[in-house]
């Protein structure tokens, strides 16, 4: 069973950029899409970006210009790049990855914390 660990969380002031991490511990490739969530203080768990298997991504509205999803196949890692943070980014971020059928995979997450 594919295993799913994210890094990369932490203390950053307002406007700051953080990059998160998430390893696979095996091949990504077939995956459907992977996708990272977050889930704020008590605030439910919401999708921030997916990119697919064709290499098309999505983003949430708030998250649009400012956070960029990437895919390193060698590496089975993706990647959630976050530029000009805001307190309301704070939460605890999850990667999830999900193949039809057979596969619904959730890492334990990592927090991320945005604050002056």
């Known amino acids: 069973q594919v295993q799913l660990v994210e890094s990369g969380g932490g203390l950053v002031q307002p406007g700051g950029s953080l990059r998160l991490s998430c390893a696979a511990s095996g091949s990504i490739f077939s995956f459907d899409r992977m996708g990272w969530y977050r889930q704020g203080p008590d605030k439910q768990r919401e999708l921030v970006a997916t990119i697919f298997s064709d290499s098309s991504t999505y983003y949430e509205d708030s998250v649009k210009g400012r956070f960029t999803i990437s895919r390193d196949y060698d590496k089975n890692t993706v990647y959630l790049h976050m530029n000009s943070l805001k307190p309301e980014d704070t939460a605890v971020y999850y990667c999830?990855?999900?193949?039809?059928?057979?596969?619904?995979?959730w890492g334990r997450g990592t927090q991320v914390t945005v604050s002056s």
């Open positions: 999830n990855a999900y193949r039809s059928m057979d596969l619904d995979l």
